[in-house]
């Protein structure tokens, strides 16, 4: 995505208001085995659950031990802080944290280390094709961030990586928990009005498939005023 379709999409004093959502953030640090190499370490999980119950149960093989110990690039692994930020929004309906987690980067770190080196886990997810993005207004990354994963997803897709290895009609997991409620009688389907952030227009709840999954940014019916002020055309 150009940078001339974010400023479209966002005019200036819009970016502004959701960058300074987007900086209204709850910052913890939380002690855990981390390594450098951007690849979280599977010695954080060093046991699994016994089955049945919430108690740990045995520690894991000795070679997802000697996993734990080197990180993708072989380098070995060290402990470092991990750092959860979350935005306006900091739960889901569902009760589930909404949250971008990443290492904790000492100053010095991230004055040498160019931001391509360490991406949020959330980012390289996306990259890898293990999820795509689902954005909800008011929770909008700043111009830069949304840039970077619109292009996450439409590379993953293209190159076919992760699950968009699968068929055409993939069914992703916000679509399939449309179905569900639909069964369930608590929904009608798709509910939320899909923005497509590269040409500005907005779409219709059932209409959302016209727009790329990369390119999706949706807005419950109460915030269909913001997303005109936000310049979105609407499609009839």
């Not at 904790?104 to 004055?111: G, L, P, Q, S």
């Not at 280390?113 to 700043?142: C, D, H």
């Not at 790329?212 to 019916?221: I, Q, V």
Request: charged share 25%; aromatic share 10%; net charge positive.
């Amino acid at each position: 995505m150009r940078q001339s379709c974010i400023t479209k999409v966002l005019s200036p004093p819009l970016q502004a208001n959701s960058m300074r959502r987007s900086t209204r953030f709850l910052a913890t640090q939380a002690r855990t085995s981390m390594p450098d190499s951007n690849s979280i370490s599977p010695r954080s999980y060093s046991t699994t659950p016994a089955l049945g119950t919430s108690r740990p149960g045995k520690p894991q093989s000795l070679a997802q031990k000697r996993l734990a110990r080197k990180g993708k690039n072989g380098n070995p692994l060290t402990p470092r802080c991990m750092f959860v930020m979350v935005a306006e929004e900091v739960f889901d309906r569902y009760g589930r944290l909404l949250a971008y987690v990443n290492g904790a980067y000492e100053k010095k770190e991230r004055e040498t280390i160019p931001e391509s080196k360490r991406p949020t886990f959330n980012l390289q997810m996306l990259q890898e094709g293990q999820a795509v993005s689902l954005l909800i207004y008011p929770n909008i990354p700043k111009p830069a961030d949304l840039e970077l994963v619109q292009t996450a997803v439409r590379k993953a897709r293209a190159t076919n990586k992760g699950f968009w290895k699968g068929p055409d009609n993939l069914l992703l997991p916000y679509e399939f928990r449309w179905i569900i409620d639909t069964i369930k009688g608590t929904r009608t389907g798709p509910d939320r009005y899909c923005a497509d952030i590269s040409t500005g227009k907005l779409y219709q709840p059932q209409h959302y498939y016209k727009v790329l999954p990369e390119s999706r940014l949706f807005f419950y019916t109460k915030d269909l005023v913001e997303a005109l002020k936000m310049n979105f055309q609407l499609v009839p």
